[in-house]
């Protein structure tokens, strides 16, 4: 189900979600490890006519020109530990528009302080709040092959970092072989490659 604010539900979420399991009577609600919902068991045509309601594409979700998938912890505004916001910076990557449609699903977690409970460094896009700004890192993985990304900037600011993440995306739809993952393609070019196109 598309449109969850990084995990934050208010009221009328709620209702959303209440209306729509009624209505397709969905067995079981699954909240996934991303912040999503998947609703599980749909008979095959009431899952299509709520892929229509909910305006889902119908192929590969992931051949699109935005993140799949983007977590944020609660932040400064609702954790004691955080030191930055992070719901901001959840909806602007998530409506982040790219030059094209990424080679893989890209998966992206913000962590609004050092202690990482989003796990930032096994994201592909991962954010982690420091003292100095946003710390940055590209090519994580927590799959059957776990990576750690690679640190490609710390020390930004909001803009600062939203810029450089979109375009280290840009830069990686555009150089990637089609389904090959960050952490796979980071791998290959490895990080001095990276910094050399996204910074300076
Ligand atoms: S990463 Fe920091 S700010 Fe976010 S939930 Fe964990 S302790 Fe709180």
């Given at each position: 189900m598309p449109g969850i604010n990084a995990g934050m539900l208010t009221l009328k979420d709620l209702e959303r979600i209440t209306d729509l399991v009624r209505r397709y009577e969905v067995p079981v609600v699954k909240i996934t490890g991303t912040q999503g919902l998947y609703f599980q068991g749909l008979a095959p045509e009431k899952h299509a006519e709520m892929m229509q309601e909910l305006e889902l594409?119908?192929?590969?979700?992931?051949?699109?020109?935005?993140?799949?998938s983007v977590q944020a912890c609660p932040g400064k505004n609702w954790c004691k530990y955080g030191t930055r916001e992070t719901e901001h910076m959840a909806r602007a990557i998530a409506e982040m528009e790219l030059d094209g449609p990424l080679p893989c699903k890209v998966k992206v977690g913000i962590s609004?302080?050092?202690?990482c409970c989003c796990e930032s460094w096994m994201r592909d896009v991962g954010l982690a709040a420091e003292k100095n700004g946003w710390r940055f890192s590209f090519g994580g993985n927590a799959a059957g092959r776990p990576r750690i990304g690679d640190l490609?900037?710390?020390?930004?600011d909001d803009e600062e970092a939203l810029k450089l993440v979109k375009k280290t995306l840009n830069y990686y739809l555009k150089t990637a072989k089609f389904k090959i993952r960050s952490a796979r393609f980071m791998e290959r070019i490895g990080i001095e490659e990276l910094k050399k196109a996204v910074l300076g």
């Open positions: 594409p119908a192929g590969l979700v992931h051949t699109r020109n935005r993140a799949r609004g302080c050092r202690m490609v900037a710390d020390g930004l």
